[in-house]
């Protein structure tokens, strides 16, 4: 991992806070080409949305694989607020997108979200969701976790419905 990496981290990061300031979990993340610049981003929609699959990284592969092939993806990066779910890491295998890089491990989030009714996480590494698969998909993370923990701060005490 290199500067710019923590650089398009942290941007995805702020796409997570955005998301929060939306009325949606605080979750953000975006693709970059092989040159390293921003091709597309997106945020969590599960709340405005009423789609329990309206994740960050689920709603960023809708719109990359309606738009670039996965033989072009294999060399894009997703960069990502928190470590893929099960869910979305399967999303991004079937897309093919070659790399991916998080912030927050599922671990941490889980120890953040408890046993939230919004958020009944899974604790299952991305990296065994990928090695499952045929083809590599590369991971860096965790990375940043304290910066990626703020948009998450009393979000998962108070809830997105009341104010959180």
Known sequence: MNDHDLELLRRAI?????????????????????????????????VTGRDVTG??????????????????????????????????AGAIYWAGVGRVVYALSEVELYRLTG???ENPTLTHPCRSVFADGRRPTAVDGPALEDEARVPHIGFWVDGPTDGG
């Open 14 to 46: 702020a796409i997570s806070a955005s998301a929060r300031e939306h009325g949606n979990h605080p979750f953000g993340a975006l693709l970059s080409d092989p040159s390293g610049s921003v091709v597309l981003t997106a945020e969590n929609t599960v």
């Open 55 to 88: 994740h960050a990284e689920t709603n960023l592969v809708r719109l990359a694989s309606a738009t670039y092939e996965p033989s072009e993806l294999a060399a894009y990066t997703l960069y990502t607020s928190c470590e893929p779910c099960a869910m979305c």
């Open 115 to 117: 046993d939230h009714d």
